[in-house]
């Protein structure tokens, strides 16, 4: 076992738990972690003590300061690549180019956290971001995802905060996740313990990771919810989830303008909207039947219309971008195209936001 235990950190073997049980929000990064990241694409990984993948932040904010609050998923929290990597970390100095907010000095706080859905992201703005007194709220939303993680009936892990579409058209929340007995035993001092002497040991964290659920049912039901959500619902359920999303978005608005912040939504797009080879962006088409893959993004600006938001649709930007260059903004090594955004993808999405906020006028 020490053997083993010296081979792993030599050849740099990290998995640690990364998370921990939260009652309000399902889960969230365990504060003051700091481990490097090697599952997809390689970083090395600090948490603050909020929980949160970003620098340290007091919640009082300086007169000279203008801040910006990141809610969003995998894309936001960016595990996959370095910290000054993350189109979050890249904003300040683009937005500064364009003389966005004049002589204010820009601060962006990241609130992303993998695997979270609207709703999620909602009340991660009302029960923690909203304290660090944000000027601009900004919701990532996930194309490929985010509308299933919104479904109670669609998203196969129940262990999170839902909105339910009520009889009076009011979005109700239920948190009854966590009365659950599989959320309980995670949250005992025995998992609490376990996951503490994981963090010390490489063998342990092997062992963890070869007993969690396969991948794969996890990949497959990821792919599955892509294609659903890049042509328009095809049943009561899909519809259903769309109209939660809208109304979770909405909400959050209302929320961020309410407590005196601006909003702004960008929509990060699914991996294939943005493949540079338009020969497998069109068998996708055909694959689905639809005139082009662009249903989430013209769903999304129609909301912001009706509700007066500014929204930032990213995938009409990247994907003559990727074409033009034959750039891959999604995946590393041997998954280009597939995945999460590499590098390139976070500082083609940093531009494109800088850009459209400057335009908006700050």
Same mark, same amino acid.
């Given at each position: 076992?020490?053997?083993?235990?010296?081979?792993?950190?030599v050849v740099g073997y990290s998995e640690p738990v990364w998370y921990q049980p939260d009652a309000r929000l399902g889960w969230r990064l365990r504060p003051w972690l700091a481990a490097p990241h090697r599952q997809e694409g390689r970083s090395f990984v600090r948490v603050n003590a909020e929980g949160m993948r970003d620098r340290e932040h007091i919640a009082d904010k300086e007169v000279d300061v203008y801040r910006i609050a990141v809610l969003g998923?995998? %894309?936001?929290?960016?595990?996959?690549?370095?910290?000054?990597?993350?189109?979050?970390?890249?904003?300040?100095?683009?937005?500064?180019?364009? =003389?966005? +907010?004049?002589?204010?000095?820009?601060?962006?706080?990241?609130?992303?956290?993998?695997? %979270?859905?609207?709703?999620?992201?909602?009340?991660?703005? /009302?029960?923690?971001?909203?304290?660090?007194?944000?000027?601009?709220?900004?919701?990532?939303?996930?194309?490929?995802?985010?509308?299933?993680?919104?479904?109670?009936?669609? /998203?196969?892990?129940?262990? &999170?905060?839902?909105?339910?579409?009520? #009889?009076?058209?009011?979005?109700?929340?239920?948190?009854?996740?966590? =009365?659950?007995?599989?959320? +309980?035993?995670?949250?005992?001092?025995?998992?609490?313990?376990?996951?503490?002497?994981?963090?010390?040991?490489?063998?342990?964290?092997?062992?963890?990771?070869?007993?969690?659920?396969?991948?794969?049912?996890?990949? &497959?039901?990821?792919?599955?919810?892509?294609?659903?959500?890049?042509?328009?619902?095809?049943?009561?359920?899909?519809?259903?989830?769309? +109209?939660?999303?809208?109304?979770?978005?909405?909400?959050?608005?209302?929320?961020?303008?309410?407590? =005196?912040?601006?909003?702004?939504?960008?929509?990060?797009?699914?991996?294939?909207?943005? @493949?540079?080879?338009?020969?497998?962006?069109?068998?996708?088409?055909? &694959?689905?039947?639809?005139?082009?893959?662009?249903?989430?993004?013209?769903?999304?600006?129609?909301?912001?219309? #009706?509700?007066?938001?500014?929204?930032?649709?990213?995938?009409?930007?990247?994907?003559?971008?990727? /074409?033009?260059?034959?750039?891959?903004?999604?995946?590393?090594?041997?998954?280009?195209?597939? =995945? @999460?955004?590499?590098?390139?993808?976070?500082?083609?999405?940093?531009?494109?936001?800088?850009? &459209?906020?400057?335009?908006?006028?700050?």
């Open positions: 076992m020490l053997v083993l235990e010296i081979a792993l950190r998923d995998a %894309y936001a929290e960016a595990r996959q690549v370095e910290r000054e990597q993350a189109f979050w970390a890249l904003l300040p100095a683009e937005l500064a180019a364009c =003389g966005f +907010r004049g002589s204010k000095r820009i601060e962006v706080l990241n609130f992303g956290i993998a695997g %979270y859905g609207t709703a999620q992201e909602y009340l991660m703005l /009302e029960s923690t971001a909203i304290r660090y007194q944000p000027d601009l709220v900004l919701l990532q939303f996930a194309n490929g995802d985010d509308v299933r993680n919104n479904s109670f009936a669609l /998203e196969p892990d129940k262990e &999170r905060p839902f909105f339910m579409s009520g #009889r009076d058209g009011g979005l109700h929340l239920d948190e009854s996740f966590n =009365g659950s007995p599989g959320f +309980r035993e995670r949250s005992s001092f025995a998992a609490e313990v376990t996951r503490k002497l994981t963090d010390r040991s490489r063998l342990l964290q092997l062992a963890g990771s070869m007993g969690e659920r396969s991948f794969i049912p996890q990949a &497959r039901a990821a792919v599955d919810a892509e294609s659903a959500t890049l042509a328009a619902p095809r049943d009561a359920l899909w519809e259903d989830a769309w +109209r939660v999303t809208e109304g979770l978005i909405a909400k959050t608005a209302d929320f961020a303008q309410r407590n =005196g912040a601006r909003f702004a939504l960008v929509s990060v797009p699914a991996a294939i909207q943005v @493949h540079p080879d338009p020969k497998l962006r069109a068998a996708a088409q055909e &694959r689905l039947g639809v005139p082009d893959l662009f249903y989430p993004e013209r769903r999304v600006a129609g909301l912001a219309k #009706r509700k007066g938001l500014l929204a930032v649709p990213l995938a009409a930007e990247m994907q003559p971008l990727a /074409e033009k260059s034959g750039t891959y903004f999604h995946g590393f090594d041997g998954g280009k195209g597939r =995945g @999460h955004w590499n590098a390139a993808g976070h500082k083609a999405a940093a531009g494109i936001i800088a850009r &459209r906020l400057c335009a908006a006028g700050g």
